[in-house]
């Protein structure tokens, strides 16, 4: 078996309406599990739980473009509380020069896929340094993974 090498954080990306959120600087993917207390006197002391419902939520940090771009995006999806389709994995192309020509191309082979409400967005801008954003996307029904 070959030694496995880890995945480079800076290929991961979130795909928002199959377009790669712009200027990102972190994403992340938390998935998360609702309980019920199961216990009865067959327990004794010990708690018991089970699981009732599978949630997940996605959170993404990026700059603020000087164009039109992800946090206009965002903002006018927020606006409109309808759920967005989003991909989470590796690029397609990953690039050690930035941005390939033609953009950044959404998994192909293995990668996470749902829809979710943009359930918060909060820009900053400070004084003397770049303006950035964040957003919190909640799924909305199944996470699904696909493999191709």
Known sequence: MAKDTPVQGKDVMVFVNDKAVALSTSCSVTKSASTSEAASKDDGM????VVTKLGWEMKVDAFVGENEGSYDEMDAAWKARKPVKV?????????????PEGGWIKPTTKYEEGQALITSLERNDPNGENSTF???LKGVGELKDVTV
């Open 134 to 136: 964040s957003a919190t």
């Open 46 to 49: 010990w708690e018991n739980s």
């Open 87 to 99: 991909v989470y994995g590796k690029v397609s192309n990953p690039s050690e020069n930035g941005v």
